[in-house]
């Protein structure tokens, strides 16, 4: 989780449980208890007080100095990353040919070359790229947000670059991450932005939902996308200003 998101919620009264990994998920219903894998004594002890469908959620911890925990919930939103599928596209003949990392990452040089294949290019989800200091940077494919997603970005511009100069015989540029901030959507007219021009500042609720927009529309490749996109925006506030309107009205039809 990036910093930005840390603070933000935290300042929200947001309980952040960072550190921990799901050991299992239980479901506490009027009938049945449901359980994914077996469950701790402590664990069951909560879910028999409630009646109601709830969840219980036993939590073990992924770093030294914490202790497991068991919280209960109405409501779990499971989220997964992605993974490469670089392993399922070596030749069965020679498995171990690309070097390729625990995560099913093929390392890359500065200039996003794949190490010992000059005419093989990695980026994003696929690559492992390390800065000077020797760690590993994050890069996942989205446009702008947190910084990983910044990295993959960033690294389309160097690789399209880079493949042309080595059809050309042109120098390689390697690549050099530039961190352009932080921000995220916290739902309908609510985000919040961190530029990395202005140390400290953070905006948050509408003023941060414009200007997370503002600097989505920007980062967006061409004209024609940022027409399109700026298209759906206003459609959909559109539709959801009628929306509002016509509740608003059914309320006070029904009130009189």
């Known amino acids: 989780m990036c910093v930005i998101c840390c603070q933000v919620l935290s300042a929200r009264k947001v309980q952040l449980l960072l550190g921990y990994f799901v050991r299992c ?3 506490v219903g009027e009938d049945d208890t449901s359980v994914m894998p077996v ?5 069951l002890n909560i879910a028999s007080e409630h009646n109601s469908e709830k969840y219980i959620l036993e939590l073990q911890p992924a770093i030294k100095g914490l202790e497991s925990e068991s919280i209960e919930a109405d409501l779990v ?3 997964v990353g992605s993974k490469p599928l670089l392993p399922q596209l070596e030749p069965s003949r020679n498995p171990q040919e690309l070097p390729i990392n ?3 990452q093929a390392e890359t040089d500065e200039t996003l070359r794949v190490k010992g294949h000059p005419r093989i290019f990695a980026l994003g989800d696929s690559s492992a790229l390390r800065d000077s200091d020797g760690r590993l940077l994050p890069a996942t494919a989205q446009l702008f947000s947190c910084p990983p997603s910044q990295v993959a970005f960033q690294q389309a511009d160097f690789t399209g670059w880079n493949l042309w100069a080595a059809i050309n015989d042109r120098p390689l540029l390697p690549f050099r991450f530039q961190n352009l901030g932080e921000m995220m959507t916290l739902g309908r007219n609510d985000a919040a932005l961190s530029p990395s021009f202005v140390e400290g500042l953070t905006l948050e609720g509408p003023i941060g939902h414009t200007a997370r927009k503002i600097a989505y529309l920007i980062r967006l490749p061409t004209d024609e996308h940022r027409l399109k996109v700026g298209v759906s925006w206003l459609a959909k506030s559109a539709i959801d200003s009628v929306a509002v309107l016509q509740s608003t009205l059914t309320k006070v039809l029904q009130g009189s």
């Open 102 to 104: 625990a995560r099913g």
């Open 25 to 27: 998920i239980i479901r």
């Open 39 to 43: 469950a701790s004594a402590s664990v």
């Open 77 to 79: 939103l499971w989220t």
